[in-house]
C-alpha cells in the first residue's frame, strides 16, 4: 500500500507556477487542475507582486466577490507554463494550467537516399486539364 505511495511522490514532476507558499506542489502526470488550500485574496496579491513588471507575463483579474478569476499568460520561453487560471471557490483556490510539454531532440543520423516525394494526379484531372486551351490567345483576353 505504501509502495505505490511512494513510487507516485517519486515520479510526480514540481508544480510549474512559483509556489505560494514556498513549497511548489506535486504534479501527476497530465494534471491540469489544482486545489490550493488557501484563501483566493493571498494567491492573487503573491502572483501579483511576483510577475508585476515582469515582460513576457500579463496579469488580469476579473469577476466579482466570490466569483473572481486571476488570468496568468506568458509568452516567455524559459515558462513551463503557457497560461493559468486561478479561480476562487469558497475555501480554496483552484489553478488550472496549460502547461507547456518539453521534448527532447532526437538526433537522426544515416546515409540512405534522400527521401522524395512524388505527387501523380488522378486520371480524371489529367483528362480534364487535356480539354484546357494553353495558347498564348487565351491568356491575351
Known amino acids: ?54 515582460a513576457g507575463v500579463t496579469v488580469r483579474i476579473s469577476g466579482t466577490p466570490g466569483s473572481r478569476s486571476l488570468s496568468l499568460s506568458s509568452a516567455r520561453v524559459t515558462d ?9 471557490g469558497e475555501t480554496e483556490t483552484v489553478v488550472e494550467l496549460k502547461a507547456v510539454m518539453v521534448m527532447k531532440g532526437e538526433d537522426i543520423a544515416g546515409k540512405g537516399p534522400p527521401v522524395e516525394f512524388i505527387f501523380t494526379r488522378s486520371p480524371e484531372v489529367q483528362q480534364s486539364l487535356k480539354t484546357i486551351d494553353h495558347t498564348e490567345s487565351m491568356r491575351a483576353r
Not at 25 to 48: D, I
Not at 80 to 88: D, I, L, N, R, Y
Open 1 to 54: 500500500m505504501l509502495a505505490p505511495l511512494l513510487a507516485l511522490a517519486l515520479a510526480a514532476a514540481p508544480f510549474p507556477l512559483p509556489g505560494v507558499d514556498g513549497k511548489p506542489l506535486a504534479v501527476t502526470e497530465g494534471q491540469k487542475s489544482f486545489r490550493l488550500p488557501m484563501r483566493f485574496e493571498k494567491v492573487r496579491a503573491f502572483y501579483e507582486e511576483r510577475f508585476k513588471d515582469t
Open 80 to 88: 513551463a507554463w503557457k497560461s493559468a487560471t486561478v479561480k476562487e
